[in-house]
């Protein structure tokens, strides 16, 4: 059974800073992309930023770029978001993700995406 479980999530007050980790098992992603998504209360599940297979390629949300860090770790089959100067509106549960597709550029929708763990909250105070 394949698991991804995320951590890291907490209480931060704006312009403080988080390290979102996510563990997966059950299979090795070591020839997927991997990704994090967030969603809040009432609103669609989002983008933040996907990672190819090698760690090479990277992307990201526009309202995270410059302040996020997407990184992979192969050989211990993690993923990790480093977050800094956050920002209330980064408040959301964030959400680890894996593409079943091998060697495949990551897809930023929701949808292109096949595996998920079941979500850390991030809480941003002003």
């Known amino acids: 059974q394949v698991q991804l479980v995320e951590s890291g999530g907490g209480l931060v007050q704006a312009g403080g800073s988080l390290r979102l980790s996510c563990a997966a098992s059950g299979r090795t992603f070591s020839k997927n992309g991997m990704g994090w998504f967030r969603q809040c209360p009432g609103k669609e599940r989002e983008f933040v930023a996907i990672?190819?297979?090698?760690?090479?390629?990277?992307y990201y949300a526009d309202s995270v770029l410059g302040r996020f860090t997407i990184s992979r770790d192969n050989a211990k089959n993690t993923v990790a978001l480093q977050m800094n100067d956050l920002k209330p509106e980064d408040t959301a549960v964030y959400y680890c993700a894996g593409d079943s597709r091998v060697y495949r550029t990551p897809s930023q929708s929701a949808s292109g995406m096949d595996y998920w763990g079941k979500g850390t909250l991030v809480t941003v105070s002003s």
């Open positions: 990672i190819d297979w090698s760690g090479h390629w990277k």
